[in-house]
């Protein structure tokens, strides 16, 4: 790591933000942007706009159009990549476009980079300077999905749920509608359109007999749906199942799950996957590793509380989404309202939403979150 001057600083916090720009479109494939700089002037600048397209670097070269980019240096936020995939490696195209110099923000952590393409350009007589401090945490901060599954093998799992002032997420008669209001929906609806993956239980599957999708403009794929049903009790005529041909479902069974049942899912369209383990949480981390096996690697957590204790026991919640109304439910239960609790929430005002990454040093190291990160107000 090198201190940066002020003018790298900038242009490095400017790839960072082109690297926004794929967002929701680029898995499995990280978020990378890219700018081109010679003689305190910007030849070119690209990101990474969805998977099998052109990388960031290669986009940055291309838009510099017919200038030199001889003796340049090349600003980008993610390690460049040294392995053919959909596209020829980036350590190529930086080479053969005499770029002398490489600031890059954040390392690739997956097992076919690792430091291998820095090496390679080292070795072509490229100076490469690495940042620290927070222009690093927020290039990691962009790419936790891609860094938690290239290190673990499991998806990135963000937990999102709405609660009252008094921690409740329904009331005693079941009823959340005005828990979150439009806003947070609409919010919702874009962070499934992000993620790879929806997660619930079969107990919200069975009370809404919902969709999952991601209902907002501009989605470019439909997040596949998760279905955790330890005895494979989703009714063949769910919405879910009927529309499994058309966007993907896995329904998570246990080994006690009927065979016709889960058969039957099967014969639908589902795709099911038997979890085992001792407990609940081994049973999670089982899924989660069969799960980031077919390539998923974030997921939204949407589950009720049952769910979403098995997944914090099992130390698989990554980051925490609550939207907090200014309603208070009353009663007894955990949950819900008990006696003398409200029947139903009236809709409500603004709502705030609290935010955070949870540390597991022991797992996969997350990058901090940078200071005032973590609040954000809907309006």
Same mark, same amino acid.
């Given at each position: 790591m090198t201190t940066l001057l002020e003018t790298d600083e900038v242009h490095l916090a400017r790839a960072i /933000?082109?690297?926004?720009?794929?967002?929701?479109?680029? %898995?499995?494939?990280?978020?990378?942007?890219?700018?081109?700089?010679?003689?305190?002037? !910007?030849? +070119?600048?690209?990101?990474?706009?969805?998977?099998?397209?052109?990388?960031?670097? *290669?986009?940055a070269l291309t838009a510099t159009g017919t200038a030199d980019t001889r003796g340049a240096t090349m600003y980008v936020s993610l390690e460049p990549c040294c392995h053919v995939g959909k596209t020829p490696?980036?350590?190529?195209?930086?080479?053969?476009?005499? @770029?002398?110099?490489?600031?890059?923000?954040?390392?690739?952590?997956?097992?076919? =980079?690792?430091?291998?393409?820095?090496?390679?350009?080292?070795?072509?007589?490229? /100076?490469?300077?690495?940042?620290?401090?927070?222009?690093?945490? *927020? &290039?990691r901060l962009l790419n936790q999905p891609f860094r938690k599954h290239a290190r673990t093998g499991r998806p990135y799992v963000l937990?999102?749920?709405?609660? %009252?002032?008094?921690?409740?997420? &329904?009331?005693?008669?079941?009823?959340?509608k005005w828990i979150s209001g439009e806003a947070s929906r609409r919010m919702a609806h874009h962070w499934r359109a992000e993620c790879d993956a929806v997660a619930v239980g079969i107990g919200t599957a069975l009370a809404d007999d919902p969709l999952l999708t991601a209902r907002v403009e501009g989605v470019h794929r439909q997040p596949r749906r998760i279905i955790f049903d330890s005895e =494979?009790?989703?009714?063949?005529?769910? #919405?879910?199942? *009927?529309?499994?041909?058309?966007?993907?479902? %896995?329904? !998570?069974?246990?080994?006690? &799950?009927?065979?016709?049942?889960?058969d039957a899912l099967?014969?639908?369209?589902?795709?099911?996957? !038997?979890? %085992? $383990?001792?407990?609940?949480?081994?049973?999670?981390?089982?899924?989660l590793s069969q799960i980031g096996a077919a390539g998923i690697t974030s997921i939204l957590l949407e589950g009720g509380?049952?769910?979403?204790?098995?997944?914090?026991?099992?130390?698989?919640?990554?980051? @925490?989404?609550?939207?907090?109304?200014?309603?208070?439910?009353?009663?007894?239960? !955990?949950?819900?309202?008990?006696? $003398?609790?409200?029947?139903?929430?009236?809709? +409500? =005002?603004? #709502?705030l939403v609290v935010g955070g990454h949870l540390p597991h040093p022991r797992r996969w190291t997350p990058a901090p979150v940078p200071r005032g990160a973590r609040w954000a107000r809907l309006r």
């Open positions: /933000e082109l690297a926004e720009g794929g967002r929701g479109r680029t %898995t499995p494939n990280p978020l990378v942007g890219a700018v081109v700089v010679k003689d305190e002037t !910007v030849l +070119g600048e690209g990101f990474h706009t969805a998977f099998g397209a052109p990388h960031a670097e *290669r986009e490696p980036c350590t190529d195209a930086i080479v053969e476009a005499g @770029i002398k110099r490489v600031v890059v923000a954040s390392e690739d952590p997956s097992d076919r =980079a690792s430091g291998r393409g820095l090496g390679i350009l080292r070795d072509e007589g490229i /100076e490469v300077v690495m940042a620290g401090g927070e222009l690093a945490a *927020r &290039a937990f999102k749920s709405a609660m %009252t002032l008094d921690g409740k997420v &329904a009331t005693r008669t079941g009823d959340s =494979a009790r989703l009714p063949l005529d769910s #919405q879910l199942v *009927r529309g499994a041909g058309e966007i993907p479902l %896995t329904v !998570v069974i246990s080994r006690a &799950a009927p065979r016709l049942a889960a099967e014969v639908a369209g589902a795709d099911v996957i !038997v979890a %085992t $383990g001792e407990n609940e949480p081994a049973r999670v981390r089982n899924a509380p049952h769910l979403a204790g098995a997944f914090l026991d099992a130390g698989e919640v990554d980051e @925490i989404r609550l939207f907090v109304a200014p309603v208070v439910v009353g009663g007894g239960a !955990v949950v819900g309202g008990g006696a $003398g609790g409200v029947d139903h929430v009236p809709p +409500g =005002a603004v #709502q």
